[in-house]
């Protein structure tokens, strides 16, 4: 798989906006939908994403309506994708929502092929989870990852069992198990847990203070924090009722045995709350677990698995198009303005996954490890676009018009600013003389450019006097009247 157009990952995300949009016709169309910013009160559009596993390059985007679900967009891309690579023969990986009967017998109809992942409410997933409650199984590892959030915490150890798993469909499933997963899915639970007999705890402080103190709405109160919590299956909840029974004398003064007396009858109620431990036992044996489904026949677990994994980077595009490209709020009023600002970004987007794939390259040909891009000049092995391009915002150059002769003063990159671009492989070429990288690397400048100014830092510009201060290097600390002071762009 050297080609970088024989696999694509897809994915999509929702752009927020703020406004009514109440005209709105036509597709797309702002509207509500399923957010994925966590913002159901604010309408949206759905922006679909296809890169390929050659750096996560965007090759194909598409903009739909804010009320668009993800399952019906994967037969129009698959197309897409058909007629730019023209071919069928490629790898199509997308997440649960690419699992659909249509959706796979599209792709595979063309001899396509497909990775993804099978959703909780199938048939196949239901039974094997309910046999691992039952009884387990053994797992054998295929992957081995290093821990990249802590150094020094556990790898993350992907296994597999034995046996041959296929879909109503025929299409291979593959069952994973992952130790970084399972570990995040006990702790998960054991929060909900948690809550779960916190609000019981709470609900049974209250019960004597209830409007409804019936049995039957207890019950009621008590299900709907467990369904809440989803923690039905391993909270055993008993409501538990005490009868009290108060005398009530009928006639004043001291009462005797002639006293007419009224006895009150009152039920009191508790909650006695315990946990399952067989259904926790058994619940526990699934962590972790996910199947993934594909028509690779020939192709091993672990180079399924693998290739699963990079479905990740389409998300990291994602963040950088929130955050440092800055897509959102959007003060655009026609929703075909918005979608073409959408399409903007999209060309934004491939240029910057661009850079940061050639830097990325050029560091493994050149066996670089990593490069000081992070704040504090802290060294990072994985440099993106936004950081490369902050390491050159200090960069200036100088230009002085005397009487029509114009002179650049030459200045000198760092030892980041320089291997930076070379290490995609690129000389910092077509920028003035001083921007290429140190003197022994350098061309001779020109006859009209030779000692003009000192080489060294420059500030920003020069006033009108033309007084400028020493640390700009030029001889005599000032600079010529006339004189164009310019910086590379932020990014």
């Known amino acids: 798989m050297s080609s970088p157009t024989q696999r694509f990952h897809h994915d999509t995300t929702t752009v927020t906006f703020h406004g009514a949009y109440a005209g709105a016709q036509g597709v797309p169309q702002i509207t509500h939908g399923h957010n994925k910013d966590h913002r159901p009160d604010l309408k949206q559009l759905v922006f679909g994403l296809t890169a390929t596993a050659d750096g996560a390059v965007p090759v194909w985007h598409d903009v739909h309506s804010g009320n668009r679900t993800d399952d019906t967009v994967h037969r129009g891309t698959v197309d897409a994708l058909r007629a730019i690579v023209g071919c069928t023969e490629f790898i199509y990986v997308a997440d649960c929502k690419l699992c659909t009967q249509d959706n796979l017998r599209h792709i595979a109809a063309y001899d396509g092929q497909f990775v993804t992942v099978m959703p909780r ?3 196949e997933d239901q039974q094997f989870r309910a046999q691992l409650r039952a009884q387990g199984i053994r797992w054998h590892p295929i992957l081995r990852v290093p821990n990249r959030r802590r150094k020094d915490g556990p790898p993350d150890i992907f296994a597999s069992c034995a046996g041959t798993y296929t879909t109503a469909g025929g299409y291979r499933i593959i069952w994973v198990r992952s130790s970084q997963k399972a570990a995040e899915d006990a702790q998960a639970r054991e929060r909900r847990l948690a809550q779960a007999q916190a609000a019981l705890r709470e ?32 909270l055993q909840v008993t409501i538990k009722s005490n009868v ?32 399952d431990g067989q259904a926790l036992a058994g619940e526990r044996r699934t962590d972790g677990v996910f199947p993934l489904v594909t028509n690779l026949a020939t192709a091993s677990k672990r180079e399924v698995l693998s290739i699963y994994k990079f479905q990740p980077y389409v998300e990291k595009r994602f963040s950088l198009l929130k955050t440092d490209l800055e897509i959102a709020p959007v003060y655009l009023k026609k929703p075909r303005r918005a979608a073409g600002l959408l399409h903007a970004y999209f060309i934004a987007l491939v240029v910057a996954s661009l850079i940061e794939r050639e830097v990325r390259n050029g560091m493994r040909r050149r066996n670089l490890k990593t490069l000081a891009l992070l704040p504090e000049h802290r060294p990072t092995p994985t440099p993106t676009c936004p950081r490369i ?96 002071a310019g910086r590379f762009p932020p990014f």
């Open 389 to 484: 391009l902050e390491a050159f915002r200090d960069v200036r150059w100088y230009e002085v018009d005397l009487k029509g002769e114009v002179t650049a003063f030459p200045i000198e990159l760092s030892q980041l600013q320089t291997h930076a671009p070379r290490a995609a492989g690129r000389a910092p070429r077509g920028l003035p003389i001083g921007l290429q990288g140190p003197r022994e690397n350098r061309e001779t400048p020109p006859r009209d450019l030779r000692n003009v100014g000192k080489r060294g830092p420059y500030t920003d510009s020069c006033d009108a006097g033309g007084a400028a201060p020493t640390s700009i290097g030029m001889a005599g600390g000032r600079c010529p009247a006339g004189a164009r």
């Open 203 to 234: 609900l049974s402080d209250k019960l004597p203070r209830r409007r409804d103190r019936t049995r039957r709405g207890i019950q009621h109160a008590a299900a709907g924090i467990l369904r809440d919590t989803d923690t039905r299956l391993f």
């Open 121 to 123: 409410t199938w048939k």
């Open 244 to 275: 009290e029974h108060r005398r009530h004398y009928l006639q004043r003064g001291r009462p005797t045995t002639e006293t007419p007396v009224q006895v009150e009858r009152r039920t009191t109620y508790t909650l006695d709350v315990h946990r």
